[in-house]
């Protein structure tokens, strides 16, 4: 494995973009498949699980390898549906480089700018595609000032359409200076010098290409300034440049669905994605010295790597992807979870091509690959070697918002249901599980309906449990509105001996969104540290019991003012319980307020419904923050309380003759509304 010709690349897009069709053109034209999977058929390679081939979406990121030009191409394909944002965000953690796909007629929507700013935190170089060309409303100029308003992105057109709509007949290759027709497989490429029908718009578009590159580039504003001819090869070496820098986005077009235009998009991943080690190394944490360490991306030095995804499999157990970025791991040997400390064995080392696989004897830095055999890893947990405990940087995932009951129908299962959720909870780190003390249910948690859904339905069909699920519910958060200033004395004699433990906190409410701190702002150099973590124990544990009602408590500040020790009835168990009751105590006088999670929709309808669409979003509390209009269609943005949205979709269906969607994703918790 060279590392210069190796990419590491992501699909992502807005749910019917075209990812999974681009992809599978992607494998088929490159040589990995020998037939193209339709996802209408259900045949695609990528969307392997039944349920993508039944619903017809991706729910899954499946990986795969393919070569083009001698370069080999690690693709990950991500979901769009924002009910499984979390496979974009670890997929994008690991990756070189991304292929942003854009609908030639939606242009730039809410999921597509989820992901791309998704990108943009990991600093993933992108090139665009703008697909479906073909279709009625297509404007590929269109898509391109969408992204300069919507993303703040500097798109550069590196080819043009002939043609649009039904007369989309093939594209203008700007940098080449020629055209490209395919033949009705789309395996022949005929190119022929640019038309004269078509020179003045090819001249001007590449003038604008030229024109953007000048900014970037002192070698292309010379020639441009003398008056001279800009070679191709220039043009490509300084767009590269610029795309690895994410200063531009070399953008694209084509019809997947009809195969034009696919082996441009992949000539662009290897001319201008980045290869491993042209990206600023990952940035790891020394635990133990405190301070952050740059990690090289070099085969020959110790082994660093992160996995990004846990899938389990009934025969081979836990396949672990993993994302080496030092070293190498090979077959057969053993590696060392830094997270959990602890030795785990590489049983075999797997390339994955979406649920296939093929042996590999090592996998070295800058490659991706599948463990079999490690017990104990889980997402985000970095393995190396004992001798460099570095770890790498976590993953931040959002928090589930919905919640149902699920209960076996026979009292049997029980054990083997809560199995079921423990291996699903660690493939999927936006679903949670837990017992309600109080009835015994067991209450699972999510990011939206679709997603439940599917994860239920997994256990009734993969793990072949026959449960009954109940209602969704609104997974409520609750916080304080005032300081309060407390103390709290615990006093208790357990088998003869008194214990005792005296605090004073300060609770105050925090700023929206900021999240839960604990700060000792005491000096206590007489107190032990075993005595200090325990009262820090007792904070964090109330934190996810909450004041009230048993919800979580978020944004919530407490200060640890006062501490009173007596090393003859001290113990950390008295100090534990104390902070726990102090801050039971306290936040219940500071004016406790239960918030619950608001969503941003986006209702895409057409503009005949315009008006019953937005009466439907005031109706159930939503407060509607505008609309766009696009080819036939109008765009609403709103904001709603999740507890107004369930059954939404049958609402709008009704409204709209059945021709309106909708995708909603968190937003933020208030106040609940009385």
């Not at 090979?330 to 296939?356: C, F, G, P, Q, W």
């Not at 214990?499 to 032990?528: D, M």
């Amino acid at each position: 494995m060279d590392l210069r010709t190796t990419r590491n690349i992501g699909i992502m897009a807005h749910i019917d973009a075209g990812k999974t069709t681009t992809t599978e053109r992607i494998l088929y034209f490159s040589g990995k498949t020998y037939k193209i999977g339709e996802v209408d058929d259900g045949e695609a390679t990528m969307d392997w699980m039944e349920q993508e081939q039944e619903r017809g979406i991706t729910i899954t990121s499946a990986a795969t390898t393919t070569f083009w030009r001698g370069h080999q191409v690690n693709i990950i394909d991500t979901p769009g549906h924002v009910d499984f944002t979390a496979e974009v965000e670890r997929s994008l953690r690991v990756l070189d480089g991304a292929v942003a796909v854009f609908c030639a007629v939606g242009g730039v929507e809410p999921q597509s700018e989820t992901v791309w700013h998704q990108a943009d935190r990991y600093q993933v170089p992108r090139v665009a595609y703008v697909n479906k060309m073909d279709r009625l409303g297509a404007d590929f100029d269109a898509v391109l000032d969408d992204m300069r308003r919507k993303l703040g992105a500097r798109p550069v057109a590196v080819n043009a359409p002939i043609g649009r709509e039904g007369g989309f007949e093939g594209v203008i290759d700007l940098v080449a200076m020629e055209e490209l027709r395919w033949s009705e497989d789309g395996h022949e490429i005929a190119r022929s010098p640019i038309s004269e029908a078509l020179a003045s718009e090819a001249r001007a578009r590449r003038e604008e290409l030229i024109d953007a590159l000048s900014a970037e580039s002192d070698a292309v504003t010379d020639l441009f300034l003398k008056g001279e001819e800009v070679p191709a090869d220039l043009l490509r070496a300084e767009l590269r440049r610029a795309c690895v820098a994410r200063r531009l986005v070399p953008a694209l077009c084509g019809a997947s669905r009809r195969n034009v235009g696919v082996q441009p998009l992949l000539d662009a991943v290897v001319d201008y994605l980045p290869a491993p080690d042209e990206v600023p190394p990952a940035r790891a944490h020394n635990p133990k010295k405190e301070e952050d360490v740059e990690v090289p991306c070099d085969p020959s030095k110790l082994p660093l790597g992160l996995v990004f995804k846990v899938q389990h499999d009934r025969e081979a157990g836990p396949l672990c992807f993993v994302r080496m970025y030092s070293g190498s791991l090979r077959n057969a040997s053993t590696a060392y979870n830094v997270n959990k400390k602890k030795r785990e064995r590489i049983t075999r080392l797997l390339r994955m091509h979406a649920n296939k696989s093929e042996p590999m004897d090592e996998v070295a830095a800058g490659d991706i690959a599948v463990i079999v055999g490690m017990k104990a890893a889980q997402t985000g947990d970095t393995i190396g070697t004992e001798g460099w405990q570095v770890l790498l940087e976590k993953m931040h995932f959002p928090e589930p918002v919905i919640t149902i009951a699920i209960e076996p129908e026979t009292l049997s299962d029980r054990e083997k249901l809560k199995e079921s959720l423990e291996v699903l909870g660690k493939e999927d780190p936006t679903f949670t599980t837990r017992e309600n003390e109080e009835t015994g249910q067991i209450v699972i948690s999510g990011m939206g309906e679709l997603h439940l859904d599917i994860l239920v339905t997994r256990i009734v069909r993969e793990f072949k449990i026959k449960a009954r699920q109940g209602n969704p519910q609104v997974s409520y958060r609750e916080s304080i509105s005032k300081a309060v200033t407390h103390t709290e004395t615990y006093e208790k004699t357990v088998t003869g001996k008194e214990a005792r433990a005296r605090l004073t906190i300060k609770a105050e409410p925090r700023p929206r969104g900021s999240g839960n701190s604990y700060v000792k702002a005491v000096r206590a150099p007489q107190v032990p540290d075993e005595i200090l973590d325990a009262v820090e124990r007792g904070f964090q544990s109330a934190f996810g019991s909450g004041i009230q009602f048993g919800y979580p408590a978020v944004d919530v500040g407490i200060s640890l003012t006062g501490i009173e020790y007596d090393e003859l009835t001290a113990s950390p168990f008295a100090y534990e319980a104390c902070a726990n009751m102090a801050f039971d105590a306290a936040c219940r006088a500071a004016g406790p307020v239960m918030l619950e999670p608001v969503m941003k929709v986006d209702i895409v309808s057409p503009k005949d419904f315009l008006g019953e669409v937005m009466s439907l979003v005031s109706q159930r509390g939503g407060i509607i923050h505008g609309s766009e209009s696009k080819h036939s269609v109008e765009t609403v943005h709103a904001e709603a309380p999740l507890v107004a949205m369930f059954g939404f979709t049958t609402s709008l269906r009704s409204v709209s003759q059945g021709r309106a969607s909708f995708s909603m994703e968190f937003s933020h918790f208030e106040p609940k509304r009385q």
